[in-house]
């Protein structure tokens, strides 16, 4: 069972700023099925990022997704207060057929 | 627009069962596998169970197999999980999503909340 570990828990930056999350998985995954989510309170999450790198339908050019192996992550540039969300990865693989890691929680001060 | 909206949580006694729905809408819904996650509140995302477009292939999470059954009916564009021996461990808003590119998930539900307490 391949477990996504991500750091860190939580990330507190000022409009502006640059993000960088990190998702680690147990073992060398597929980057095809290495996907990003945004979560706002009270919200279904929504997709962001698909196959580690492309962006899904309508989201800004100021998020990326990159990595591959065992080590991804995700960027957002010049932080906005609405990116305040909890960003989740998601592994899609065998037994279980999705996995999702534990996520980080971006605060904009 | 696409559309997954979905209902028949509640409170149910350990033991008990209960029966979610998902009624999609904006898309033909027979050309999409569809899948069931769940939220403990104030947690993070665990995936429960996937079903193919035409429903003949399931696969479910080990900690609630045996237990959920997954299934569709693609004349009424609606998804739905069976959820028998209902425990404390499955309390959760469970949310319904569409099987997107790269087996991602691409649209969701806003959830519903399933409470199993005595």
């Known amino acids: 069972e391949i477990v996504l570990t991500q750091s860190p828990g939580t990330l507190s930056l000022s409009p502006g700023e640059r993000a960088t999350l990190s998702c680690r998985a147990s073992?060398?995954?597929?980057?095809?099925?290495l996907a990003w989510y945004q979560q706002k309170p009270g919200q279904a999450p929504r997709l962001l990022i698909y196959?580690?790198?492309s962006r899904a339908t309508g989201i800004p050019d100021r998020v990326s997704g990159g990595g591959s192996g065992t080590d991804f992550t995700l960027t957002i540039s010049r932080l906005e207060p609405e990116d305040s969300a909890v960003y989740y990865c998601?592994?899609?693989?065998?037994?279980?057929?999705?996995?999702f890691g534990g996520g980080t929680k971006v605060e904009i001060k | 627009e696409v559309q997954l909206v979905e209902s028949g949580g509640g409170l149910v006694q350990p033991g008990g069962s209960l029966r979610l729905s998902c009624i999609a809408s904006?898309?033909?819904?027979?050309?999409?596998?569809m899948n069931w996650v769940r939220q403990v509140p104030g947690k993070g995302l665990m995936w429960v169970s996937r079903i193919n477009n035409d429903g003949s292939s399931t696969t479910y999470a080990d900690s609630v197999k045996g237990r959920f059954t997954i299934s569709r009916d693609n004349a009424k564009n609606t998804l739905y999980l069976q959820m028998n021996s209902l425990r404390a461990e499955d309390t959760a808003v469970y949310y319904c999503?569409?099987?997107?590119?790269?087996?991602?998930?691409?649209?969701w539900g806003q959830g519903t909340l399933v409470s199993v307490s005595s």
């Open positions: 904006g898309f033909t819904f027979s050309n999409y596998w």
């Open positions: 998601q592994h899609y693989g065998y037994s279980p057929e999705y996995t």
């Open positions: 999503g569409r099987g997107g590119v790269n087996a991602t998930i691409d649209y």
């Open positions: 196959g580690a790198s």
């Open positions: 073992q060398s995954v597929s980057s095809s099925y």
